[in-house]
């Protein structure tokens, strides 16, 4: 054989090669990498976990590097980003489960926070962060709100949660902010509260906000301060849930048992006057002289979480 005969087969038969190699270079990218690195970690200490292996010497040092190589691979997937006033990017995985049947709900991303902490932004690749809400929104003990979308569910507690994470306490949502979104781009904010306990009638102090653009989705929590004073008519719906509480807790206190069921009452007194107050406050807030202020601090943070 000789000639362009010879050199048309050759020709042939690296185009077969190469179409039988590109699907297997293509399945190969950074992103599915990190996937799948993710979830056959998780999927071990799962394993570990059910044969009672959790504390072996062994399998801590083993998920200890499962998890600094996966935030490598996050730090890789995000590049090298900066926001103004914040520093120390962290991955956010710390533990890859609860127990043996319940895998790590947190977001998996890197973490930005300034140097006294009262402000953090979670950045993860997009189809990360998509992937990450459709699985919590299939938990048992997943907000229904978590169905319904980003937007719904940056109105629950557990969303911040999971996403941004707190070393102690949770974010409690107030109010949406009406923020303004650049084409292309998801904005939302929310006027919170970080608390340990029922909020009762505590103003709120704290602006979240939630960006998803540019195939990136950025989580954070701020602590502002907006000298807002307070909303009478809040603080008299919250008031009788406080009388009851307090004088219930009295008496509880007078009686002294060991393990006395009413306080669990009083949680749930306390409860639910702080539903009844913040229902109060979500109505009340746009009319009050904080309310922009606040929006204004929203704004802001999604500059920083824009970059600029």
């Known amino acids: 054989m000789s000639g362009p005969f010879r050199g048309s087969v050759r020709s042939l038969a690296c185009a077969l090669i190469l179409s039988t190699a590109l699907p297997a270079l293509a399945?190969?990218?950074p992103?599915?990498?990190?996937v799948a690195a993710r979830d056959k970690?998780?999927?071990d200490a799962l394993a570990a976990a059910k044969a009672d292996k959790s504390g072996d010497p062994a399998v801590i040092k083993r998920e200890e590097a499962a998890l600094k190589d996966l935030g490598k691979r996050m730090t890789a997937l995000i590049g090298p980003v900066k926001f103004k006033g914040l520093g120390s990017p962290e991955y956010t995985l710390r533990v890859l489960t609860y127990d043996e049947n319940t895998p790590a709900q947190?977001?998996?991303?890197?973490?930005?926070?300034d140097k006294d902490f009262n402000t953090r932004l979670v950045v993860a690749p997009e189809s990360i962060f998509t992937g990450w809400l459709a699985t919590r929104a299939k938990d048992p003990?997943?907000?229904k709100a978590f169905a319904s979308g980003v937007k719904a569910a940056a109105g629950t507690p557990e969303f911040y949660t999971n996403a941004v994470g707190f070393d102690g306490g949770f974010y409690q949502p107030y109010v949406e902010l009406p923020v303004a979104a650049v084409p292309g781009e998801t904005a939302v904010a929310w006027l919170g509260l970080q608390t340990e306990e029922p909020s009762g009638n505590t103003a709120p102090n704290e602006v979240a906000i939630v960006r998803i653009g540019g195939g990136m989705a950025m989580v954070g929590v701020a602590m502002v301060k907006l000298g807002d004073k307070p909303i009478p008519?809040?603080?008299a719906i919250w008031q009788p849930f406080k009388t009851k509480a307090d004088a219930l807790q009295?008496?509880?206190?007078?009686d002294n048992k060991d393990q006395d069921p009413r306080w669990e009452q009083i949680t749930k007194i306390q409860d639910e006057g702080s539903n009844a107050y913040r229902a109060c406050f979500m109505k009340e807030a746009p009319s009050q002289p904080f309310f922009a202020a606040a929006v204004?601090?929203?704004e802001a943070f999604l500059a920083t979480a824009r970059g600029q």
Do not use: R
């Open 27 to 29: 399945a190969a990218d």
């Open 31 to 34: 992103l599915s990498d990190y």
């Open 41 to 43: 970690a998780t999927a």
């Open 106 to 113: 947190d977001l998996g991303g890197i973490a930005f926070a």
């Open 141 to 143: 003990d997943a907000p």
């Open 233 to 235: 008519a809040c603080d």
């Open 250 to 254: 009295k008496q509880v206190e007078k």
């Open 296 to 298: 204004k601090k929203a």
